[in-house]
């Protein structure tokens, strides 16, 4: 284990420490307890040997026995009690064990959610499931203090077999202190042979391990393509499913490449050990056996002493073997830590935003530029451009001119590259992010409607406000659907949880995303492209109800169709990153320009 693996998974501990701490002193003692009872067993047997050998008394033995097997069992409730104390715990965290990882997702800065390198981290640390990864290490983590505890208890039990020139007996050579420092140096260079090529093999093993959990992450995503019907419907359709046949056919020959690489080092390692375990323990046992027989120590010392030192080899073996185990977790330890030390940068901000009640607000875009995270390119290229509250602003555009990426930057979804967006003359990153996230009510062009119900999706939370959620409802033309609803508000949309789910049609969604801006109530209303999925019915009904929907809001509407934004007195023509073209319908249409040029071209379609 590097210092870097050590400090991320003490990182990883520390995520517990404060909340958990409980959980970390039972792991504690209850190994310690794991490492001791054994050798009160080793101890007693020993002494029952002596003890008979000597003739002791029936009494003697008897109490010897009761002293020794009442210890045992002291011992294992306790370490019983804290058992039961630590896995209640464990399991209580694992079964909460998104928790803390969706937090972090939720609460982090937008732009870290498209990073590849953070989704890797994030698909890495959900093999484990977050906490299942502490669970791990935990368990790790008891075994290598047992072991610890061990070496420990052996040293301090086998210690008397070295130290015994107060004996006095005639010892010759088999009793020398040569004799003793020859046996202990075989026995160390043993367990350090056993210790070297167990890390080799265990780290072998750790790498075949990483090199397959890329090829487990992509089988995922393909088996979560497989899994639902809506994301079947272009497979079969295009008749995709020999190349998802051929994909699964390279991941599965990589996964058994690794397989088998993990395999054959496992049986290395064990092959290693066994024979390493065997070796010492015939040495041991001669040894202890050859001082026994010139009269060093005695027969019970010898069941003792052989006993302690397997046991000390035992675990040394072990160590190895579970350092390398955790140093393989170390690498989504990190991770997790990585993932969720990620700075929120959006949450810096502390100047609260003003409550208007007359719902004021200027926006300015000033010498804005802007470039995706990983980009070379700037999708926005020195904007500027100011509206008030209260205007009703479109935005048209050839796909790819920017028209999202505007709006993005306006809800702070991402931070500009250069210059500075202001709200009422102060520049947005320094308001209080919350606040500041609930000046707008947006329908994005890939807008999201869960599996919750209804009400709730409209509301966006579990206290649906019933009149204000069927007047949301109403307002986005969803009015006569809801009321075929037997279940109302209450009816779960999709099947996923709800055998009497309904399934909204992709209008029937776009307006339940309508409705939930309406809900919110905000006092900047922007919809992208909010007419895609309906049918020209609805769309007109939209055109006709936006004035009565947004009231006297801002709203922003965005949409490459012309004819949707007519009724917008502003109206902004975008261009590669740029604002090319502002004005009224009318204005725009006059001028020669892309704005015409459009129009001209769409009409001929509703010609
Ligand atoms: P519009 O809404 O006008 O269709 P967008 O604002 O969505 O355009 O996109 C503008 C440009 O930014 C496009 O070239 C698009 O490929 C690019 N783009 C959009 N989202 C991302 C992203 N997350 N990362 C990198 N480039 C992006």
């Not at 033995?61 to 409730?77: E, N, P, R, T």
């Not at 639902?228 to 272009?234: L, N, R, T």
């Amino acid at each position: 284990m590097s210092r870097k693996d050590w400090k991320n998974t003490f990182a990883l501990l520390g995520s517990l420490a404060g909340k958990h701490t409980d959980v970390l002193v039972s792991l504690v003692l209850l190994s310690v307890f794991q490492a001791v009872r054994p050798f009160v067993a080793v101890i007693l047997t020993g002494t029952l040997v002596d003890a008979v050998y000597a003739d002791a008394s029936l009494e003697t033995l008897f109490g010897y026995a009761a002293a020794g097997v009442g210890g045992i069992c002291l011992m294992s409730a306790a370490e019983g009690v804290f058992t039961m104390f630590f896995n209640r715990k464990l399991e209580y965290m694992q079964e909460i064990q998104g928790l803390p990882l969706n937090r972090k997702s939720m609460a982090m800065d937008y732009e870290y959610l498209e990073d590849v390198e953070v989704h890797g981290k994030r698909q890495r640390i959900e093999k484990f499931g977050g906490w299942s990864l502490l669970a791990l290490v935990l368990s790790i983590l008891n075994k290598l203090i047992v072991a610890a505890v061990t070496v420990i208890m052996a040293v301090c039990v086998v210690m008397p077999m070295f130290v015994r020139s107060n004996h006095g007996v005639s010892q010759g050579f088999v009793g020398s202190w040569l004799m003793s420092v020859l046996f202990l140096a075989v026995i160390l260079l043993l367990v350090w042979l056993e210790f070297r090529a167990g890390g080799y093999f265990n780290g072998r093993v750790a790498e075949a391990r990483k090199q397959i959990s890329g090829y487990e992450a992509r089988s995922k995503y393909y088996l979560d393509i497989l899994s639902g019907h809506e994301k079947q419907k272009d497979l079969r359709v295009c008749k995709q499913q020999r190349l998802y046949q051929k994909e699964f056919g390279d991941i599965a020959l990589h996964m058994k490449k690794g397989v088998d690489k993990m395999a054959h080092f496992y049986a290395l390692d064990m092959f290693t050990q066994q024979s390493a375990s065997a070796l010492t323990g015939f040495l041991v046992y001669v040894f202890a056996g050859t001082l026994a027989c010139v009269g060093i120590i005695s027969i019970g010392n010898v069941v003792t002493y052989a006993a302690s030192i397997l046991k000390f080899t035992d675990a040394v073996g072990k160590m190895a073997y579970l350092l390398n185990h955790l140093k393989g977790y170390a690498v989504f330890a990190g991770d997790y830590v990585e993932y969720m030390n990620l700075p929120q940068r959006k949450h810096e901000g502390a100047i609260p935003v003003e409550k208007r009640r007359d719902g004021k607000f200027s926006v300015e875009f000033d010498h804005v530029s802007f470039r995706y995270p990983g980009s070379e390119t700037d999708v926005l290229k020195d904007l500027n451009l100011k509206f008030e509250i209260g205007e009703k602003m479109a935005i048209v555009g050839k796909n790819g001119s920017g028209k999202t990426t505007f709006i993005k930057l306006l809800c702070r979804l991402y931070d500009v590259t250069e210059g500075c967006i202001k709200v009422n003359g102060i520049d947005i990153r320094k308001y209080n992010y919350a606040e500041y996230c609930d000046l707008f009510a947006v329908v994005f062009q890939d807008f999201q409607v869960f599996s919750f119900p209804l009400g709730e999706n409209v509301a966006s939370g579990s206290d649906v406000d019933v009149k204000r959620a069927e007047e949301a409802l109403e307002r986005a033309g969803l009015g006569e659907r809801y009321r075929r609803l037997k279940e109302g508000l209450n009816t779960s949309i999709g099947k996923e949880f709800e055998e009497n789910g309904v399934t909204f049609s992709g209008g029937e969604k776009q307006k339940t995303a309508i409705a939930r801006a309406i809900y919110k109530d905000a006092p900047f209303v922007i919809m992208d492209e909010p007419t895609a999925a309906l049918d020209p019915e609805s769309e007109c009904e939209v055109y006709a109800g936006f004035d009565k929907m947004v009231g006297n809001k801002t709203s922003i509407y965005i949409s490459h169709r012309l004819a949707s934004c007519r009724f917008c007195q502003d109206i902004l023509v975008f261009d590669q990153g740029k604002v090319i073209q502002r004005g009224s319908h009318e204005e725009l249409e006059r001028q020669n320009g892309l704005y015409r040029e459009l129009w001209e071209a769409q009409a001929q379609y509703y010609a």
